[in-house]
DNA sequence: AAGTGGTCTAGACCACTCG
DNA sequence: GAGTGGTCTAGACCACTTC
């Protein structure tokens, strides 16, 4: 097989986590014993412990033996990144219904996230998202003009835009930043979302780039308050050795 | 000195590049390069730039050189579990008030998500925060049992909590989880943020946690709308989100 | 004092990119 | 085909925890 050892072992510890064997607060084996038990090097069992702890599931300290720290598994980054990964991630069936798909010159904000010339023609999509068939929430993206007819291209009701690039295209994001914040319903927000004005929203704005960095797409979402929580994992453990995603 | 080299290594790469030496989408030296230049295995030199990898700031390819993915600095983790950290790390004034300090009984939920035995006696206080004077958090956090004494030892006016607790008791957060949503303002919400009742706020519930796992605090904190935006940035490389802290 | 993780070295082979 | 990053080995020494 294709194996590659480092991330074979980690998803057998990963396992071993998430199975109980290794209940919370339980101590790991020694790098010395995993060594020894895979017949792997110590260099190896490090760079998959570091998998793991870079997942948040076990923290270290030195002098003393790993600690599993929690059980559940964290968001990948595509659900992060699409509406519909995430759904699905979470058991819920999304839906999208495209509104408008418009040229028009980037404002001076989103020719600045996407990098562009300012007055570049960008694509402006405006989409209503529905999770179990409840209006949740509105998506107002700027699609850089490199992809915008790829983007065009797409049916009505397509599922997810993101998936579709990679699919279509091998357009694949790589990279994310997001601003999460709260604001007033609008009265456009609040005819689409059915509420009231001026009731709570979610916001979480985004930009998606490419592995080279370059900016695909900037969006607006704004969601129905009650509708979606975010959950974000930080730890101060260092991260010694970074960890590939299932990406692709 | 104390010097750790890889440390040492990315600090170099991380100035160079927030310098603008290497701009955005600019190729970093190769990893034989830089070994040379420092007189360092490849293996140290891979440490660092996974450092840096894991910030946000660089990506990579197998065959191709690593590239500049972006100059800004991110969030310290300590930053975002603490508001006074926070505050000062983008130059505002940060001040607080505690409305409350009550011992009580733990909640069911204030008891899972502390990890103690339900019904637990817990330090439960009310505290509003100030940024440059104005009013824009209310907090409500249950602080564990075993630290209840330490925080009621603390002066009327302490900025930080957290930090009293690493200076005074040696009990350093090592590890957070964080909801974020939205949600109107209640009444209590209302009068203390001087807004009205219904306003948009952002909440971000976080639990702080030792480098053993074990839960200090659970809080409910409330944002007046406007008032902060949390950033958040992931890759599919490295670990969404995080980065090391100047910990200690 | 023994055990364990943190750091570092000096090699090696492979998969991939790029000119 | 040369260069580069991804993976892996087999050692070494140190700082820290634990007993």
Request: overall charge neutral; glycine content about 8%.
């Amino acid at each position: 097989m294709g194996t590659v050892r480092y991330l074979e072992i980690a998803e057998a510890l990963r396992r071993s986590i998430l199975s109980g064997e290794y209940p919370v607060g339980a101590q790991l084996p020694s790098e010395s014993d995993l060594a020894a038990r895979w017949s792997a090097s110590r260099g190896t069992v490090r760079q998959a412990v570091a998998t793991l702890a870079a997942e948040g599931l076990i923290g270290s300290r030195q002098g003393a033996r790993r600690i599993v720290l929690r059980h559940e598994r964290k968001h990948s980054f595509g659900e992060l990144n699409s509406f519909a990964q995430w759904a699905e991630g979470v058991g819920h069936q999304a839906a999208s219904r495209f509104l408008s798909r418009t040229r028009r010159p980037a404002t001076a904000e989103e020719a600045d996230r996407l990098a562009l010339p300012p007055g570049t023609e960008i694509l402006a999509v405006l989409r209503l998202r529905l999770l179990d068939g409840e209006p949740t929430m509105v998506e107002r993206t700027a699609y850089a003009d490199w992809v915008a007819a790829a983007v065009e291209a797409m049916p009505e009701d397509c599922r997810s835009v993101m998936d579709g690039l990679a699919n279509e295209s091998g357009i694949v994001a790589h990279y994310g930043e997001h601003l999460i914040d709260a604001l007033p319903a609008g009265s456009e927000d609040a005819r689409l979302l059915e509420i009231r004005r001026g009731s709570p929203l979610l916001r979480q704005r985004h930009v998606s780039a490419t592995r080279t960095g370059r900016p695909i797409e900037w969006s607006d979402d704004r969601y129905r308050a009650g509708s979606v929580t975010f959950s974000v994992n930080n730890s101060a453990v260092a991260t010694p050795l970074e960890r590939r995603a299932g990406d692709r």
